[in-house]
């Protein structure tokens, strides 16, 4: 097999070249993630981890942050899955960085609160340049399938740290672990496009009484 077959089929391209967009390769010892983000998608996403459940939570959160994400990650999953989850966290975080800008005319918040049956989640974030992770979250059982819960919090404290946001994620309730993950990542996925999309008031300044992020 060659090279060319381990790569991730590349879709039209759907925005323009002004498009808010990243493409990072990450190589260490241990994972090999190539991720390509656009912020200003349709939700469109190719999802290849290697972790089922992972590939469901991402897939969910670029469809409901309207992001257009593309993940191809080979990661030392004979040891177990920590390494993938929190490096792919890690370069998505850098990719929204790195698209994202100098953030001039963004709203800069977003909040949401996503029900998903008997769970509810709340997700707020600031934009801020700060990097903060605030994990309210509880899971009745300690794996989703072969998937640690333990490793969502290590997912979006990567993530977090990486976008160099502050990121808070409060499970309102809940006793299905899937139903708890999936509303945190519909919650976040929304309060992300929210935080993201252009305020029209702002006239493209940057959101902050310091003028910078």
């Not at 498009?19 to 912020?39: C, F, K, N, P, Y």
């Not at 100098?102 to 997700?123: Q, S, T, W």
């Not at 977090?160 to 945190?184: D, F, M, P, S, W």
Request: hydrophobic residues 45%.
């Amino acid at each position: 097999m060659d090279a060319s077959e381990n790569s991730l089929p590349r879709a039209p391209d759907l925005h323009p070249a002004t498009a808010r967009h990243a493409t990072i390769q990450r190589v260490t010892g241990e994972t090999d993630i190539t991720l390509s983000l656009t912020l200003d998608g349709t939700g469109r996403s190719r999802i290849e981890t290697g972790i089922g459940f992972l590939d469901h939570m991402l897939t969910a959160l670029a469809g409901h942050a309207l992001f257009d994400l593309e993940i191809k990650a080979i990661g030392d999953l004979h040891t177990d899955f920590h390494h993938t989850t929190e490096d792919i966290g890690i370069v998505l975080g850098q990719a929204l960085v790195q698209a994202i800008g100098n953030k001039a005319g963004i709203r800069r918040y977003g909040h949401a609160v996503v029900p998903m049956d008997e769970a509810l989640v709340e997700a707020a974030i600031d934009m801020s340049g700060r990097s903060f992770l605030v994990w309210n979250v509880t899971f009745p059982r300690d794996k989703i399938g072969e998937m640690d819960t333990e490793l969502f919090e290590e997912f979006f404290r990567g993530f977090a740290g990486n976008a160099q946001l502050a990121l808070h994620v409060t499970q309102k309730a809940g006793t299905n672990n899937h139903h708890i993950a999936e509303g945190c990542f519909k919650a976040v996925a929304r309060a992300l496009r929210a935080a993201v999309e252009a305020d029209p008031r702002t006239a493209g300044v940057v959101p902050s009484t310091k003028g910078v992020l």
